[in-house]
């Protein structure tokens, strides 16, 4: 015969059971946007190049070794959140430092971004832009997180398309000024490149 205890220790494994279940089903139902920076980040100097300061934008940083610096050849990309592209809700990269391997083919520009709507507070334009990335790549195998390195929260979108792989790195400066690193590699290129993208990555630093 089974005792009134035995009785309450079996429901409440049950219950405890429950519980876990319920808590392994939430947990794989939810994606962590967020993590350490030693998964994306290389400390490497032999994987970089000439180190680059700007005060304009208020960093230093390494393009990754045999990446060298061309004249910018790259027009102002209009990213939109609206349906015209003279919409004043456009978002606008403008490339100013453009790098290039002639091995790879692989492509790093550096620039601004800046939009002209005036209803976005500063603070909140970084977020407006990249939840306009993430919609706008959503079916091209994206993957986007976020990460800390050398004090600075970067987000990065990764998304493959044509071929081609992009990591978009996206930070803001002391000023609140949004920065991008654009660098997009080959796809058949990409496991020699990867090492050399995040040692880039991981030279940023603010000024």
């Excluded at 453009?98 to 334009?125: C, H, M, P, Q, Y």
Aim: aromatic share 12%.
């Amino acid at each position: 015969m089974i005792s009134m205890a035995n009785i309450n220790r079996i429901e409440l494994y049950k219950k405890l059971f429950f519980l876990f279940a319920l808590l392994l089903i939430n947990s794989c139902g939810k994606k962590d946007n967020s993590a350490g920076a030693n998964n994306y980040v290389v400390l490497d100097s032999s994987k970089l190049g000439i180190e680059v300061a700007d005060q304009d934008f208020g960093i230093k940083f390494s393009p990754p070794k045999g990446w060298s610096l061309r004249p910018t050849a790259i027009s102002k990309k209009i990213e939109t959140r609206g349906t015209a592209e003279n919409s004043s809700e456009n978002f606008i990269y403008q490339p100013v430092y453009v790098f290039f391997n002639d091995s790879t083919g692989g492509l790093l520009s550096v620039g601004k971004v800046i939009t002209e709507d005036s209803t976005i507070v500063k603070s909140a334009r970084i977020n407006y832009y990249k939840d306009l990335l993430d919609q706008k790549y959503k079916d091209d195998n994206l993957s986007s997180l976020n990460f800390i390195n050398s004090k600075i929260l970067f987000t990065q979108i990764k998304f493959s398309k044509h071929k081609l792989v992009s990591y978009k790195i996206i930070f803001q400066n002391a000023k609140g000024s949004i920065i991008q690193f654009d660098f997009t590699v080959p796809q058949n290129y990409l496991a020699d490149s990867e090492n050399f993208i995040k040692a880039s990555i991981g030279s940023i630093k603010l000024l």
